[in-house]
């Protein structure tokens, strides 16, 4: 990363600890706020997991590969698990990217070739001559962790996908590879750049190109908390708006509920001023009584309605009736007349009494005659004629009781319907007669009609009310659905506030982290480029993003100029530019600190490249190497050239395939250690012919010559910054080793005469030098060289080859 990067201290935190560490010093943001934030970022805790998995580091060691793609029998491919350059090569078909899509697939259960992402479709992913048993596996180095753990990945099915892969970590046991926590750090930081990768790089949509960036950045744990956020954002605005559009659709309802006061009711407990009166809604959902007005009021009242108990009114009519008959029959008779007497003497002994000291008769005037002895005999007659009576007073108590009776069954309710006030009230006038014979009859007549008026408005009514009740019960459902979702959008009105604040707070810190590594990332991007773009007239001056992770419109930015015009990058460069700058943008996802992943592997990343943009390759690669394990596979033998070439320390594997599928792998000898070993070995072998020592072993020297020269060539041009694509053809079109020489010990890149030549061969390596050349070439001609002693003569070139290819010594 760049050094403005390098001095910030918050990229001195893995991202989790960073952004805990921003929220506990926010001391504006509320506890809840904090809470929702720490939960989203949980739920993105992929992050976190890979760093409790991998405590260090995670590199390479041996790859085992047995029925996959081009490998048939079990192949190996062993690789050292530290920092470093290890290139694997070999020609088409040898087998070598069958490794490399091994290691992918290992990892991620796939890849473009074999899931049908290449343009070219699916290929097949079974080996043709050993498809029975399809098994990759690789040791593992964790830093940290006392011996290497093993992933392990087998296939069950037919298909692809049918593959299970588990990991075995020392003290940790077995686990599924889903467990292992490298499932978001494999999306973010994906150490595989396949040939297919690394066009869609640059080739994609631009929302692609955007996501593979922004993917590079590492803020998926973010993006993915953002994300969360926002859908938790959109749940709560849903019940927002599912009671609003409830509402409208219950407002219409109720308004189209007519002559029923619970509508009306409902429609002004739904819009109080301060809420929802939810006690009157629930009331009217539940059909709790409640105070009705209107006309449902009185609907309910008339529905209500009932006139007196006809059973008891005519029981206590016909009890007056005989009562009052009874009455009437003693009517003349002599008990009706000894009552008549009886009274007249009890009114007279009470008017004696009163006025004790008048004896005459208040009626004749008669003096003296109600004394005393009269007023024994008025007691004894009326006492008699009262004994005489008493069927008389039985009848007229039986009359009064009688109206008692009827008249209490008399009286009015404390509400009635109006259009029952006239029989109510005639009804209720019955009390008032005395005539106990009117009272039967005007009471029996006001019951009647009172009962059957009451019954014919109650059946009107009730009528009336089940068509209302019908009605209403069309709604109430849709009015207890308002109710609860109203509730609902009431308790989360609040908590949106709260996921509102959290998600503005986390795409906030989102695109303040962003900002960073993305200079920092154009930053590393750049000195990549400027490595990659070799006698290249593009030069790139920014890389950015436009939009953001969730947006529909989003594009990498990419400016270049060309001979310092200003033009778009995608049409302006060559292939060869394209795939250099889709490396540039690539490689920096690996050289991410965050990464749990200590290993990158990169296949077929030269082609359309020219030498010089090669040499500028391996000194990126280098350059990663020395904090990463860098597996790369070629058949481009430019690469391990531009190594050497440059003095840059590398490991090659060369990749063979024979009969049937068997792949093998070799660690490549040095090329001039190897053509001085053939030459030994023909120099030491017993009884060998003439032929063979005069031609075959002067070529293998020349050979050997060859390779040196080309080799100190090559770290000369590099050092002296010649034209790489120069050298090649000047090299290319010299056949002879003293001119070939020329480009290893001077400067200008040109073949100097031959004489020149010898002379400077001479003052470096000594006098014996020109001669070892003559004879070495002497070898291509028909009458050869044959060397006095054969194994003398071999170690004489070898010292020579390695003093040429010391670049100290050519200075």
């Not at 506890?31 to 739920?43: F, G, S, T, Y």
């Not at 009274?343 to 009494?353: G, N, V």
């Not at 597996?631 to 049937?660: C, I, M, N, W, Y």
């Amino acid at each position: 990363m760049d050094d403005a990067t390098d001095q910030n201290p918050d990229h001195a935190l893995p991202l989790p600890e960073l952004v805990e560490a921003r929220l506990a010093d926010d001391r504006k943001l509320a506890e809840p706020v904090k809470a929702l934030i720490r939960e989203a970022l949980e739920d993105s805790g992929n992050t976190k997991d890979s760093a409790r998995t991998s405590t260090g580091p995670l590199y390479l060691g041996k790859v085992t590969v047995t029925g996959f793609r081009g490998v048939g029998s079990e192949a190996r491919l062993k690789l050292r698990p530290q920092p470093g350059v290890t290139l694997v090569v070999g020609r088409n078909g040898s087998g070598k990217s069958s490794f490399a899509e091994a290691i992918e697939t290992l990892f991620t259960g796939t890849n473009a070739h074999c899931s049908g992402g290449h343009p070219s479709h699916a290929v097949r992913w079974r080996n043709l001559h050993n498809g029975e048993r399809t098994f990759v596996e690789a040791k593992l180095t964790v830093q940290c962790d006392p011996s290497p753990s093993t992933l392990t990945r087998a296939w069950t099915g037919d298909a692809f996908t049918d593959s299970r892969a588990v990991l075995k970590r020392p003290g940790r046991g077995t686990v599924p590879l889903e467990q292992a926590g490298w499932g978001q750090a494999m999306r973010t930081y994906r150490p595989f750049l396949s040939y297919v990768d690394l066009g869609n790089m640059i080739n994609g949509k631009p929302t692609e190109m955007y996501d593979n960036v922004a993917a590079i950045l590492g803020l998926e744990y973010l993006n993915a908390a953002v994300r969360r956020l926002a859908d938790r954002k959109k749940e709560l605005e849903a019940v927002q708006n599912a009671e609003k559009e409830k509402k409208q659709l219950l407002h219409a309802a109720l308004e189209a509920v007519e002559h029923d006061d619970r509508a009306l009711r409902a429609l002004l407990a739904m819009d109080e001023k301060g809420g929802p009166d939810y006690a009157a809604l629930d009331a009217l959902i539940t059909g709790s009584p409640t105070a009705d007005e209107g006309r449902l009021r009185e609907a309910r009242l008339k529905a209500d309605a009932q006139g007196p108990d006809l059973d008891r009114v005519g029981i206590a009519v016909d009890e007056l009736r005989c009562a009052v008959a009874d009455a009437d029959e003693l009517q003349g008779s002599a008990a009706a007349d000894a009552h008549s007497r009886a009274e007249l003497l009890q009114a007279a002994l009470t008017h004696s009494d009163r006025h004790a000291d008048d004896t005459a008769c208040p009626v004749c005037g008669t003096q003296q005659v109600l004394d005393q002895e009269w007023a024994r005999r008025a007691e004894a007659e009326i006492a008699a004629l009262l004994q005489e009576a008493e069927a008389v007073r039985r009848a007229e108590a039986d009359v009064r009781a009688g109206m008692r009776t009827l008249q209490d069954l008399i009286h009015l309710p404390r509400e009635f319907p109006a259009v029952l006030t006239d029989p109510w009230e005639a009804w209720g006038a019955c009390r008032g007669v005395t005539d106990p014979a009117e009272l039967a009859e005007r009471a029996l007549r006001a019951a009647l009609t009172l009962t059957d008026a009451c019954e014919i408005v109650a059946r009107s009514a009730r009528d009336e009310l089940a068509a209302m009740d019908e009605r209403w019960r069309e709604v109430v459902g849709l009015l207890a659905e308002w109710t609860k979702l109203r509730r609902e959008a009431d308790a989360v009105k609040l908590r949106k506030t709260e996921v509102n604040a959290a998600h503005t707070w986390v795409k906030k810190l989102t695109t303040e982290i962003r900002d960073l590594r993305l200079d920092a990332f154009a930053g590393h991007t750049q000195r990549i480029w400027e490595k990659l773009r070799q006698q290249s007239s593009v030069d790139l001056k920014h890389v950015g993003l436009h939009g953001t992770a969730r947006a529909t419109v989003r594009k990498l930015i990419m400016d270049v100029t060309v001979d310092d015009t200003e033009a778009p990058a995608l049409s302006v460069m060559s292939q060869g530019e394209l795939h250099s700058l889709a490396l540039s943008l690539f490689l920096p996802r690996a050289a991410i600190a965050d990464s749990p992943f200590g290993f990158v592997v990169i296949d077929d990343p030269v082609q359309s490249m020219d030498p010089a943009k090669v040499d500028g390759l391996a000194q990126v690669l280098d350059e990663l190497g020395r904090d990463r394990q860098v597996v790369v596979f070629t058949h481009d033998t430019r690469l391990p050239h531009a190594f050497r070439s440059q003095g840059l320390p590398v490991t090659v594997l060369k990749v063979d395939r024979g009969v049937e599928s068997q792949v093998k792998v070799e660690c490549e000898t040095d090329p001039v250690q190897e053509a001085i070993g053939d030459a030994m070995a023909l120099a030491k072998t017993e009884n060998c012919p003439e032929p063979a020592l005069r031609n075959v072993l002067p070529s293998l020297c020349r050979e050997a010559l060859t390779k040196a020269i080309v080799e100190a060539a090559w770290i000369r041009r590099s050092r002296t910054g010649q034209s790489a694509d120069g050298l090649q053809s000047a090299i290319d079109e010299t056949e002879r080793l003293i001119p070939l020489a020329s480009f290893a010990l001077f400067d200008d890149g040109r073949v100097h005469p031959d004489e020149e030549v010898k002379v400077r061969l001479r003052s470096l390596y000594g006098g014996e030098s020109t001669l070892l050349i003559r004879q070495c070439q002497q070898g291509a001609h028909p009458g050869g060289f044959l060397p006095p002693d054969p194994v003398a003569f071999v170690r004489k070139v070898e010292d020579l080859a390695g003093r040429i290819r010391k670049p100290e010594v050519n200075a």
